[in-house]
């Protein structure tokens, strides 16, 4: 349990939901004994509490990774599909020091066209 005042409670990621600006994608198992997926509901509501752009799956019958059938099978193409839709193979890159690049085209074989 967090108290107020305590390290754990200042040191939260809810804490800091205010200051969040990617997009997130939160999976969680419904029976996950490491993190409870109370934490993860927690987490989302925070973001989108702050206008942040979240999702959360929750797998129900799911601990600590998504391992099962067919719930691996969705989290994998649910997982992609957040990917490619917030990082699409053409976007700009943001490097360390500001400058922009942009990855080139491929081919249906992969070599850069």
Known sequence: MMI??????????IMFADAVKTPTLLICGAIDRNIPAGQALEFHRALRM???????LTYPGEGHGV?????SIDYT?????WFQHHMPPNAPIMEHD???????ATSSRGAPS
């Open 77 to 81: 193409a649910r997982l992609l599909a």
């Open 67 to 71: 391992r099962k059938m067919p719930a």
């Open 50 to 56: 702050h206008g942040q752009d979240s999702v959360l």
């Open 98 to 104: 500001g400058a922009m690049q942009v990855r080139p």
């Open 4 to 13: 107020p005042g305590s390290k754990y409670f200042s040191r939260s990621p």
